[in-house]
């Protein structure tokens, strides 16, 4: 019994148990759905879709998971802002009011640069927002949400701008004769230097104690000002970085489609990782499990024959279930009557004894 409450109350157990059982309905319907295949040197089946296509949204929900944790809030801009990044880089790639180009007049670099570079400055728009003038944070990045989208079709020219550079679409494609998807090792490197840094340096302490009460940290000296600005900058630079990936993998800036309804899977991934969206102590790796986790749905709901307009409800649906799980009133509820119970129990032991 003691076995089964360590594993119950293990952090981890929530995003895996989600995962464990998305993949047992998939084992269950259709045993194909765990073939990988190689083809022409590339692997292929559904869970390398999974692993890249959730890329993105890992990347997200690093950024995410920050956010959430030192401000008590969320980043609801980062789908915009990634269509917003994509369409600078593209755009620098090739020249604006160009619709398509086989050649680029800049160095690579130099255009993924500026659209990272891009993200940071929307992060550190939303951070100044939130923690130096204290707007609530879903009304603050609302502002980017609405807006970063229209600023990207405006960069576009109101055009979809397509950069047939062939160098350039390995980020969101392969790297020559490599078999793995190039995101899947992006979305790992991004992940690891981030768990690195919060390991290695006192980041993540600071975090939790400005998420968990921030008039306290200052009195120890933490400038919570600081940390939550740090915060929403880094989820702009994630959104920059998977909004590059976008861009890369249709090799084009389509400022309406890219990142769409990311932001909602990003929120998701957080929730499904075992985090309190009302901020403070978190867990990166259980972020990561829940972006996936949210990809696996995904690709679980259209291989049922679900639509993509319809899918975004059975997610909202997951949330509601998530957060209704984590609510202090449901946990108190569930509490005390795990108590009332083993208090009958001890008082029929005691009865029949």
């Not at 990347?59 to 401000?71: D, K, Y």
């Not at 490599?178 to 981030?194: E, K, W």
């Not at 009460?213 to 000002?225: C, F, K, M, V, Y």
């Not at 970085?241 to 976008?246: K, M, N």
């Amino acid at each position: 019994m003691n076995k089964k409450k360590k594993i119950y109350q293990q952090p981890l157990f929530l995003p895996v148990f989600c995962m464990l059982l998305i993949l047992l309905v998939n084992l269950i319907k259709d045993p194909s759905f765990f073939l990988i295949s190689v083809n022409n040197g590339v692997l292929y089946g559904r869970l390398i879709d999974i692993a890249n296509r959730g890329s993105e949204i890992a990347i997200l929900a690093v950024g995410m998971t920050l956010v959430v944790a030192s401000s008590a809030g969320t980043d609801i801009s980062v789908g915009s802002v990634m269509a917003l990044c994509a369409s600078t880089c593209c755009v620098t790639l090739v020249g604006y009011g160009v619709d398509t180009s086989n050649t680029i007049i800049v160095p690579m670099f130099v255009g993924i640069l500026v659209g990272i570079l891009t993200g940071v400055v929307c992060g550190c728009f939303n951070g100044a927002l939130v923690a130096k003038l204290k707007i609530q944070p879903m009304v603050a990045t609302l502002i980017l949400y609405t807006a970063a989208r229209a600023i990207g079709l405006v960069v576009n020219h109101n055009k979809i701008v397509y950069v047939r550079y062939e160098p350039f679409k390995m980020f969101g494609n392969f790297i020559g004769k490599c078999p793995i998807p190039t995101p899947i090792f992006i979305a790992a490197g991004v992940i690891v230097i981030v768990s690195l840094v919060l390991r290695k340096t006192a980041l993540g302490t600071y975090i939790e104690a400005v998420g968990i009460n921030p008039n306290a940290s200052r009195l120890l000296g933490i400038n919570s000002t600081v940390i939550i600005f740090l915060c929403y900058m880094l989820c702009g630079l994630c959104a920059g970085i998977a909004g590059v990936v976008g861009g890369s993998r249709i090799y084009s800036a389509d400022a309406n489609n890219i990142g769409l309804n990311f932001e909602m899977d990003a929120i998701l991934a957080v929730a499904l990782g075992g985090n309190s969206l009302g901020g403070g102590k978190f867990n990166l790796a259980g972020s990561i499990i829940g972006a996936y986790t949210i990809q696996a749905l995904t690709t679980t709901l259209l291989a049922m024959g679900v639509s993509t307009d319809q899918a975004p409800v059975f997610k909202a649906i997951v949330i509601v279930i998530v957060v209704a799980i984590q609510a202090p009133v449901v946990r108190d509820a569930l509490r005390n009557a795990k108590m009332k119970r083993e208090a009958e129990k001890i008082q029929k032991e005691v009865a029949v004894q």
